[in-house]
């Protein structure tokens, strides 16, 4: 079996992987409550994939609250890597834009620490590759609007807490966000409901019955989402009607909607002379969300084409599409 790079993607709430012919698989991992398991859990994660000969790593799961501090999470994140990697070579990508080694990455852990957005726009960068650009990646807790220029990233904030001053960086995802965060209305404030429930109700993404990761560890349906809602306003489906909570779901969905679109707009504009927008790339599983916010304005909505990741690439490769990106740049700065 000829041998492949394979793209990790660490984060606080799941483990993503690819390879370049894009082959992709993601697994919910609960970093913050069981760090000692990170090991186990990335050897497993790589045996999925047996032709794998070597490593591309990128992460944010060293920002999560079981470390003291990024420099530890950094280190601890690839001490887990080599510990799964069995001898095979890692390289960790660097927001310098070339990948580096890992003891390279622990000393310099602020250039790694929640590097992977700006991996994914050096891979996106190819699809805006001239003049004006906008990365559009809403995943599941975070969206990462990234302006290019000539396809390669034009921010000067790589910090994280940079990034959110700048609003490229925000902290709003369609699965994990609480919605007493995002919701226009006074509500109760307490983890009832997540944005997950507020795109089950409104038939923007699929029932999965199976999944039992929400706010009440029930099932990820229609009818419990509308419960959990319900929970969200002090109430329950005997005292208001689904009607009632469809409206609020609306309602909490166009308040994200606009808040993620005054930051694209202010990411990519508000600099001097921005070059004039010609493509938006899209990615992540709110790639939906992502069109929604571009059709409601009209600064957006001039760019001259959208490029979606889901299309080029398949849902699921664009679901992990980080890990993806590592492996491909990996691949060919080899």
């Known amino acids: ?74 280190s601890a994140i690839l001490s887990a890597v080599k510990s799964a990697a069995g001898g095979r070579r890692v390289r960790v990508w660097s927001t310098d834009g070339v990948f580096v080694s890992p003891d390279v990455a622990t000393r310099n852990y602020l250039k790694v620490a929640s590097a992977n957005w700006h991996a994914l726009a050096m891979f996106a960068g190819r699809f805006a590759a001239y003049h004006g650009g906008l990365l559009f990646d809403i995943g599941s807790t975070t969206t990462d609007i990234v302006p290019l220029d000539h396809g390669v990233p034009s921010t000067y904030a790589n910090a994280d807490w940079e990034r959110l001053v700048e609003k490229e960086l925000v902290y709003i995802g369609v699965r994990r966000t609480p919605v007493c965060a995002v919701s226009p209305r006074r509500v109760c404030a307490e983890l009832f409901a997540t944005t997950h429930d507020v795109y089950l109700v409104l038939g923007l993404l699929p029932e999965e019955p199976e999944n039992r990761d929400s706010a009440d560890g029930r099932p990820a349906t229609r009818d419990y989402a509308l419960a959990r809602l319900a929970r969200m306003l002090g109430a329950d489906r005997s005292i208001i009607s689904d009607d009632h909570i469809t409206h609020f779901a609306e309602q909490v969905h166009l308040h994200i909607r606009d808040a993620l679109s005054v930051s694209a707009v202010r990411a990519y504009f508000d600099t001097q002379r921005p070059p004039k927008l010609r493509a938006i790339v899209v990615a992540g599983v709110g790639e939906f969300l992502a069109r929604r916010v571009i059709e409601s304005s009209t600064r957006l909505s001039a760019a001259d084409r959208i490029v979606s990741l889901n299309e080029q690439l398949g849902p699921q490769v664009s679901a992990c599409a ?13």
Not at 45 to 69: K, Q, S, Y
Not at 322 to 334: F, G, I, M, R
Request: net charge negative; hydrophobic share 45%; charged share 20%.
């Open 1 to 74: 079996m000829p041998s492949t790079i394979l793209g990790l993607d660490i984060g606080g709430a799941n483990l993503k992987a690819a390879t370049p012919d894009k082959r992709a698989v993601s697994v919910p991992f609960a970093l913050w409550k069981q760090a000692d398991k990170l090991p186990g859990a990335l050897f497993d994660h790589v045996t999925r994939f047996p032709d794998a000969a070597e490593l591309a790593v990128t992460m944010t799961g060293e920002l999560c609250d079981c470390f003291e501090t990024r420099r530890e999470g950094v």
């Open 322 to 334: 980080p890990a993806y990106a590592v492996a491909v740049l990996a691949s060919e700065q080899s």
